[in-house]
């Protein structure tokens, strides 16, 4: 407001002066002749000996004109002379208005810039505490499916049990077992019962029972590692936590199940991570070997989980 008054005060001046100086002009070029004539007059009475022709005195007040025009185009040159002036100090005022300007749109895109990541962090805090949400609420989802599976080998912790030991006296000898799967079908003997073929129906009926469990528990930790508002470092605690709430029997479950059921994307990030540890029994079997004993298993994968994309 002061700014403001004391520019408005700066422009009547300046009007004011620039009706003066005008008054002052018309006049002077208004008096001129009676100004000349009077000071011919002077001259004439101080100079007695001098006689100037009455007709002159029109002539010589005419010619008084010329100098007249040279005080007007000098002082056209001085007005011009200002007028840059004028002008040059309203350039540079433009200049400053545009430079504040600048400042106060930079001011301003940093004011919406920090609106827009303290936004940008609310919502992501928000969809954090949705996850956080969700994630606790389907832990207790997942611990409670081993309640509500029925299995023919007791209850769930003496399914696993049979599971591993199944597999683990298929995966000690897998040669032999291997070739005397091949073995009993080229000789096609119904008399003769093949050992290695009831240990792997033994396998797949057990997957088969806990096959809920597994897939809820893979796709439980596939959306953990999907979930585009955690880091790197959230992630790896969330399933973290999700490997604490299993027992080492039960993890080492998972890893074998999730390897047999070629959820390989998977198990290989959680191996890159640390969260699952290599088994002796996988160790030991060659990728040929698996392929024989998957296409021997015929179980079918879940889609979504085998063909899953993971930036490892």
Same mark, same amino acid.
Request: proline share 2%.
């Given at each position: 407001?002061?700014?403001?008054?004391?520019?408005?005060?700066?422009?009547?001046?300046?009007?004011?002066?620039?009706?003066?100086?005008?008054?002052?002009?018309?006049?002077?070029?208004?008096?001129?002749?009676?100004?000349?004539?009077?000071?011919?007059?002077?001259?004439?009475?101080?100079?007695?000996?001098?006689?100037?022709?009455?007709?002159?005195?029109?002539?010589?007040?005419?010619?008084?004109?010329?100098?007249?025009?040279?005080?007007?185009?000098?002082?056209?040159?001085?007005?011009?002379?200002?007028?840059?002036?004028?002008?040059?100090? +309203? @350039?540079? &005022? %433009? $200049? #400053? +208005? @545009?430079? &504040? %300007? $600048? #400042? +106060? @749109?930079?001011? %301003?895109? #940093? +004011?919406?810039e920090r609106q827009a990541n303290e936004f940008e962090l609310q919502n992501k805090l928000m969809?954090?505490?949705?996850?956080?949400?969700?994630?606790?609420?389907?832990?207790?989802?997942?611990?409670?499916?081993?309640?509500?599976?029925?299995?023919?080998?007791?209850?769930?912790?003496?399914?696993?049990d049979y599971f591993i030991e199944m597999l683990g006296s298929f995966f000690v000898d897998i040669?032999?077992?291997?070739?005397?799967?091949?073995?009993?079908?080229?000789?096609?003997?119904?008399?003769?019962?093949?050992?290695?073929?009831?240990?792997?129906?033994?396998?797949?009926?057990?997957?088969?029972?806990?096959?809920?469990?597994?897939?809820?528990?893979?796709?439980?930790?596939?959306?953990?590692?999907?979930?585009?508002?955690?880091?790197?470092?959230?992630?790896?605690?969330?399933?973290?936590?999700?490997?604490?709430?299993?027992?080492?029997?039960?993890?080492?479950?998972?890893?074998?199940?999730?390897?047999?059921?070629?959820?390989?994307?998977?198990?290989?990030?959680?191996?890159?991570?640390?969260?699952?540890?290599?088994?002796?029994?996988?160790?030991?079997?060659?990728?040929?070997?698996?392929?024989?004993?998957?296409?021997?298993?015929?179980?079918?994968?879940?889609?979504?989980?085998?063909?899953?994309?993971?930036?490892?």
């Open positions: 407001m002061a700014d403001q008054e004391a520019s408005s005060k700066k422009k009547r001046s300046k009007r004011n002066w620039v009706c003066c100086l005008s008054f002052i002009v018309f006049g002077l070029f208004i008096m001129w002749p009676f100004i000349t004539w009077f000071v011919l007059k002077v001259v004439g009475w101080g100079l007695g000996k001098i006689d100037f022709p009455s007709s002159s005195h029109l002539g010589i007040s005419g010619d008084m004109y010329g100098g007249l025009n040279a005080l007007f185009a000098g002082f056209a040159f001085i007005c011009f002379i200002y007028a840059l002036y004028q002008q040059r100090l +309203e @350039l540079q &005022l %433009q $200049r #400053r +208005e @545009l430079s &504040l %300007q $600048r #400042r +106060e @749109l930079k001011a %301003q895109c #940093r +004011e919406q969809k954090i505490q949705q996850f956080e949400s969700f994630f606790y609420q389907h832990i207790a989802f997942i611990k409670n499916i081993p309640k509500e599976v029925k299995t023919n080998w007791g209850d769930f912790s003496s399914a696993i040669k032999n077992n291997i070739k005397e799967i091949e073995s009993f079908k080229f000789n096609k003997d119904e008399n003769v019962t093949c050992n290695s073929l009831e240990c792997i129906a033994y396998i797949v009926s057990i997957i088969l029972t806990i096959r809920p469990w597994i897939d809820s528990t893979y796709n439980f930790i596939l959306l953990v590692i999907d979930e585009k508002c955690l880091n790197d470092k959230q992630k790896e605690k969330y399933l973290y936590i999700i490997k604490n709430m299993f027992s080492e029997k039960d993890w080492d479950t998972i890893y074998l199940s999730g390897v047999i059921l070629k959820y390989d994307n998977i198990t290989n990030y959680l191996l890159n991570k640390g969260l699952f540890e290599k088994n002796d029994l996988i160790e030991r079997v060659s990728e040929d070997d698996m392929q024989f004993l998957q296409n021997e298993m015929n179980l079918k994968s879940n889609p979504s989980l085998e063909s899953c994309e993971i930036a490892v």
